[in-house]
């Protein structure tokens, strides 16, 4: 079926390098695009979302990349610090009409010192 | 962005019985939705809770299992009935004020444990 879903499940960061957190979806009529952080025992944390009229959007340390040739979605993540491990996760609302928010498996950053 | 608030945190539970968790807004929002997230797993979509109305269940979720309400813009409640240990999860809220938008805030979670 259609889904949201990520090519890594885990991802080790040496401090101040940049990450890469990749998400490919599957329905082209998907209207947004958000990424998510999750610490442990909290809820999801909004980072940053993206249109799908938009190739780029810009937030404080943080890239978000969508290309709707090939269905992909990426978060990049300046000069990482330890505050920046947890689980990432992209989400998407198909379309004006249906607000549902559909999410991805998660990819878990570890941020190396 | 909104702040969420959910009472219990968490809670451990017998099985065969119901708790009810309490998702509380401090603004007015237009969608409050109630997720389930499994240990280690993404989040999976209940229902959308309604303002006035029955909530609107996502495939595999039903009412007599979780009956939700949402009484004004602030406030919704899910309950979890005759639980059992495969209930054992983190119930979250979530709310969204603007139409589209991608811009939904969640709660703390409630961590579930059934025995």
């Known amino acids: 079926g259609e889904s949201v879903g990520l090519h890594l499940p885990t991802l080790s960061v040496q401090e101040g390098d940049n990450s890469i957190i990749n998400c490919a979806y599957s329905?082209?009529?998907?209207?947004?695009f958000i990424w998510y952080k999750q610490e442990s025992g909290k809820g999801p944390q909004f980072i940053i979302d993206i249109r799908s009229n938009m190739d780029k959007r810009q937030g404080q340390r943080v890239t978000v990349l969508l290309n709707k040739t090939v269905k992909h979605l990426s978060l990049q993540i300046a000069a990482t610090q330890p505050g920046d491990s947890a689980v990432y996760f992209c989400a998407e609302i198909r379309g004006f009409g249906n607000e549902k928010l559909t999410f991805g498996t998660g990819t878990r950053l570890t941020i190396i010192p | 962005s909104a702040v969420i608030s959910q009472k219990p945190s968490r809670d451990i539970c017998q099985r065969g019985t119901s708790l009810t968790i309490q998702c509380q807004v401090d603004?007015?929002?237009?969608?409050m939705f109630w997720y389930r997230q499994q240990p280690g797993q993404s989040l999976t979509l209940i229902a959308t809770a309604n303002q006035g109305s029955e909530a609107t269940y996502e495939s595999g979720f039903v009412i007599d299992k979780f009956p939700i309400s949402r009484p004004n813009l602030t406030f919704s409640t899910l309950t979890v009935s005759n639980m059992s240990p495969e209930d054992s999860s983190i119930y979250l809220c979530?709310?969204?004020?603007?139409?589209?938008?991608?811009?939904?805030?969640f709660g703390p979670g409630t961590r579930l444990t059934v025995t």
């Open positions: 329905n082209s009529a998907s209207d947004y």
């Open positions: 603004s007015q929002v237009t969608m």
């Open positions: 979530s709310v969204r004020n603007r139409v589209a938008t991608g811009e939904q805030y």
